[in-house]
């Protein structure tokens, strides 16, 4: 791995959506670098007032506007449909902003037009949490104790406030797909309630009260056809599909003994709906009937013919490396105490990689060193990656489908450096990547984003240095110019609270183990295709063949669900939209200068 020169960041940096940009804290300035140089040049240095400064607790980038979006028959259309927001249309030329804020104000900035700038006074209830809403022009501010989300106009100074969110985090709000209308979970008169909001003037368009008594989150569908609520884990296992106007489609319910669902995620193509519950099971809910497809279970004990087990060690050198398992073995388990079941139980992170979601990388936080990933072409695990620390992220990069990079918990932060492990389907291990950081003083975080190779940086000595041969992640005609995405390889944004850095990803120069496993099962270090006489063995729909010799059972269970069309409680609780004035009430408190 290559990397850029290590630069100051106060309370740590964050790449912008499209990754040309970084931006960082360094005392009382806010530094926009350029990921376009090898030395992250600024590009743009703002002098913030030093009180303000050093109260900063929140930083977020305006988000990327797409011209296109998943329909509702989960493939991908060209174009938005146009009428509905202007900035649907306007992409990539919508201008770029940064927001900084402290529990107080808010303060927002362009990153081309330097006259350009806006001051936020929240006022009474505090901020809780701040992002930009829809699009640039929208700052939504949560307040504390759940009092109200405001949404303020970066246009004409007007903004609109809605009382009672139940949740100031992403769990309890989002934007529809293609049409970007605002859908909040709150709580009112000891009921949970979905509203709906108009994306121009957000005027309440519906609202329905939730047969729940206490609602965890909702998220859309990519297609926005759908949206998913779902129960407490303390009350059962439950999980309601609505349509976009309010309309109960499908509750999905099964008996549990113990705690229900801990997470929910859509695949990006919306096919399907993955659920985690404390159970260490993953279902499948399919688009069409929300009807369960493919079950997943995260067991202890692994004998999986042709299914690479890679686990974490150290040499004599102090050098972390993968080494292959022999199978059967026993994956590493934490005791659980009865006051630390919601955190030390259940399927906590499901991971579809973009663009296609073929591939899930999952964490059962019973086995916190351990990372799943799972094939959903093939219908079983793809690898097993297990670490000698506890798993604290996985990320999938934003483009490229079979790369994945995991953090872990540190054994001592302060007297060490950071640790970033890459796994890619096309390489013949995985890697873990000792950054050359200074001492660690703070948390170590990394974050993909994209940038071209440098042409004058440092090799490391764990890493290759760059060239221009083929591979999975580098492509043949790759030059030096900015201007285009084939140029772009992937790059890692890492640091502390004090340092940060960029790296670049080098791929293998050889494909020779493209499309191989490799196992240790009775076949010694041999590597194979996957061979479909493996999954058949072990698939329970399947025809019923001859074991191999010395066989045991399976330790892991995928049950397979036919997906048939049956009667859902299609209960029509759309409430009637209030008639209200007009929300957009001219206030003092935001000043826009330009």
Not at 360 to 386: C, E, F, G, Q
């Amino acid at each position: 791995m290559d990397y850029s020169q290590q630069f100051r960041a106060s309370n740590g940096s964050l790449p912008s959506p499209n990754g040309t940009v970084i931006a960082s804290l360094s005392g009382s300035r806010l530094f926009l670098r350029s990921t376009n140089t090898s030395t992250l040049q600024p590009k743009r240095v703002i002098n913030l007032n030093p009180e303000f400064a050093s109260r900063i607790s929140f930083m977020r980038w305006s988000p990327k506007l797409k011209n296109d979006y998943v329909g509702w028959n989960g493939l991908a259309s060209g174009k938005k449909r146009s009428g509905i927001d202007k900035t649907e249309e306007e992409g990539s030329g919508a201008p770029m902003r940064i927001l900084v804020a402290d529990e107080e104000t808010i303060q927002v900035y362009d990153l081309k037009d330097e006259k350009w700038t806006a001051t936020i006074n929240q006022g009474f209830g505090g901020i809780r949490n701040v992002n930009f809403g829809r699009n640039q022009d929208e700052v939504i501010v949560f307040s504390d104790y759940q009092l109200k989300v405001t949404v303020w106009s970066l246009v004409n100074s007007k903004h609109v406030e809605i009382l009672n969110p139940k949740f100031s985090t992403g769990v309890g709000y989002g934007y529809r797909p293609c049409t970007s209308h605002f859908a909040l979970l709150g709580r009112q008169s000891t009921h949970d309630v979905v509203t709906i909001h108009n994306h121009t003037n957000y005027r309440l368009a519906s609202t329905w009260a939730l047969p729940t008594l206490d609602a965890q989150g909702l998220k859309w569908a990519p297609c926005g056809r759908w949206i998913a609520v779902w129960e407490s884990a303390v009350l059962g296992y439950k999980v309601l599909i609505y349509t976009s106007d309010g309309h109960l489609y499908r509750t999905f319910e099964r008996p549990c003994d113990g705690l229900g669902v801990k997470s929910v995620e859509w695949s990006p193509s919306g096919d399907f709906l993955a659920i985690g519950s404390y159970d260490g099971k993953l279902v499948f809910l399919s688009n069409y009937t929300f009807s369960p497809v493919i079950e997943m279970n995260h067991t202890s004990t692994i004998k999986l013919p042709g299914v690479s087990v890679w686990s974490e060690c150290m040499t004599s050198n102090r050098e972390r490396q993968y080494s292959v398992m022999s199978q059967p073995m026993t994956l590493p388990t934490f005791p659980c105490h009865p006051s630390e079941v919601h955190s030390k139980l259940g399927i906590s992170t499901i991971a579809f990689n973009n663009p296609d979601g073929h591939l899930v990388a999952t964490k059962n936080d019973s086995m916190p060193t351990t990372v799943w990933i799972w094939s959903l072409k093939l219908l079983r695990p793809y690898a097993i990656l297990v670490h000698l620390t506890p798993v604290k992220a996985i990320s999938w990069h934003p483009t490229i489908p079979d790369l994945l990079m995991i953090l872990c918990v540190n054994d001592n932060e302060s007297r060490s450096n950071g640790v970033v492990y890459l796994w890619n389907s096309k390489w013949k291990k995985p890697r873990a990547i000792v950054t050359p950081l200074d001492k660690i003083s703070g948390q170590f975080w990394a974050r993909w984003l994209y940038t071209p190779c440098p042409s004058n940086s440092t090799t490391a000595s764990n890493g290759t240095s760059c060239s221009s041969s083929t591979g999975s992640l580098v492509s043949e005609r790759r030059s030096r110019s900015p201007e285009k995405e084939c140029d772009k390889i992937p790059a890692i944004n890492f640091g502390d609270r004090e340092i940060s850095m960029v790296g670049y990803v080098q791929d293998e120069t050889n494909d020779d183990s493209m499309g191989v496993i490799a196992e240790d099962d009775g076949y010694g270090n041999e590597k194979r295709p996957w061979n479909p006489r493996d999954w058949a063995f072990y698939s329970p729909s399947s025809q019923p063949q001859a074991p191999p010799a010395k066989s045991v059972e399976p330790s892991y269970e995928i049950n397979h669900r036919s997906s048939v069309l049956g009667q859902g409680s299609n209960t029509d609780s759309k409430g009637k939209p209030k008639k209200e004035d007009d929300e957009y009430r001219h206030r003092r408190q935001v000043s826009v200068k330009s």
